[in-house]
């Protein structure tokens, strides 16, 4: 199906989706048990806009974006659900979609989903080590990037490289391309990351904490230059933090996660000023909120998150959750329902929807 869009519409329909995740599982099958990593993920990412995930440690944010670049080793493995990538091309203002690829169904080794990995879908870490490799040069890192997916020369891949570490605002781009990892800073190491990850102009670029090792200066001009580049490019980012001061900066629309689901997903106002989820709630409720005049106290978010080997019966916050009604919340899991009268936004609990999830995942 060849459809055009204009690339700033609100999305509509699926073609507008950039990459749809549908009830996704992912497993870690250890020698102590079966970690659960993901139980039913699903997310709509539309198109040229910046979806945050957010969620306390371990609530499978990581997870979820290495199942989608299918990154996840053994013992790992995606034991259920779709993953679909619409193939994009963009022309100025338009764009055209393609195709639409299962990334699921791929071999994790194969020539296709190394085709999409860098040109489809990009990836920055919080660690720039893990995807600059330390005995190359960050020049010739970006050039080797740029020939696997577009057909130039040498000379002009050079060039494109010392173009894009000048948007990264790199100071002096043309003496920074011949210098190794480990002579910048971690700031400037960042940037040359997202200069990687921009070189194939990626129609999606998933940034795991990419601020979280960073000093708060040099985050904020990381996330200023992120929130620029997405404004020129128009490109659509899934930006995953457990920092909601970031997320309020940065995202459109959010998803909060726990425990390898997503409990609400709702357009970035409606997160902060009008949460549904008890645990959205208490995410709130334990962050300092910049600006505030109330001089309130914060809460930790009462227990801790569960293990993910062990087999919770009922909604999964509902052991740390204040509002628990015993012998529903701890009886059934709730099903994703849509708010009346919102747009956008859905969440996954029994105060506002008796919809719950069967045991092969059906809504009931
Ligand atoms: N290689 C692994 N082996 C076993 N369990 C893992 C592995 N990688 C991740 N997990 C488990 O998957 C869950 C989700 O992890 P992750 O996605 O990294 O969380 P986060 O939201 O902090 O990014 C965690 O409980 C973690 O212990
Ligand atoms: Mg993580």
Excluded: W
Excluded at 70 to 88: A, C, F, M, S, T
Excluded at 209 to 216: G, H, I, N, Q, R
């Amino acid at each position: 199906m060849v459809q055009q869009q204009p690339v700033h519409a609100a999305p509509t329909s699926e073609a507008e989706l950039v990459l749809r995740i549908r009830d996704l599982h992912t497993y870690f099958y250890t020698v102590v048990g079966v970690a659960k990593a993901l139980n039913g993920v699903n997310l709509d990412i539309p198109y040229g806009k910046v979806l945050g995930i957010v969620g306390e440690s371990g609530c499978g944010k990581s997870v979820t974006a290495l199942s989608a670049m299918r990154l996840v080793l053994p013992p790992g493995r995606i034991v259920k659900g779709e993953i679909l990538l619409n193939r994009i091309r963009r022309e100025g203002d338009t764009y055209t979609v393609l195709d639409e690829v299962n990334i699921t169904d791929l071999d994790p080794r194969g020539h296709e989903i190394r085709s999409i990995r860098g040109r489809e879908i990009a990836m920055i870490f919080q660690e720039p080590m893990t995807s600059l490799n330390p005995s190359y040069t960050v020049g010739n890192q970006i050039v080797e990037a740029i020939l696997l997916h577009q057909d130039v020369s040498k000379e002009e891949a050079r060039d494109r490289a010392i173009n894009i570490l000048r948007r990264v605002e790199l100071p002096n781009a043309e003496a920074v391309v011949d210098r190794y990892p480990h002579e910048l800073s971690g700031g400037m190491r960042q940037r040359a990351m997202i200069a990687m990850a921009l070189s194939c102009t990626p129609s999606l670029l998933i940034a795991d904490e990419p601020t979280t090792a960073l000093d708060v200066t040099t985050e904020a001009e990381i996330l200023d230059l992120m929130r620029e580049l997405q404004a020129q490019m128009g490109m659509t980012i899934v930006f995953i933090t457990h920092n909601l001061g970031v997320v309020a900066q940065m995202c459109d629309q959010v998803a909060v996660m726990y425990l390898g689901r997503v409990v609400e997903s709702a357009p970035v106002d409606d997160i902060f000023y009008d949460p549904q989820h008890p645990y959205t709630q208490a995410l709130l409720r334990s962050i300092p909120r910049i600006g505030s005049r109330t001089k309130k106290r914060l809460e930790p978010i009462r227990g801790v998150v569960p293990d993910p080997y062990a087999d919770i019966r009922g909604c999964p916050f509902h052991d740390r959750c204040s509002a628990c009604m015993p012998g529903i919340c701890d009886v059934r899991v709730p099903a994703m329902s849509v708010l009346p009268g919102k747009v956008g936004h859905e969440v996954r609990c029994f105060l506002h929807s008796d919809a719950y999830e069967g045991d092969d995942g059906h809504v009931a």
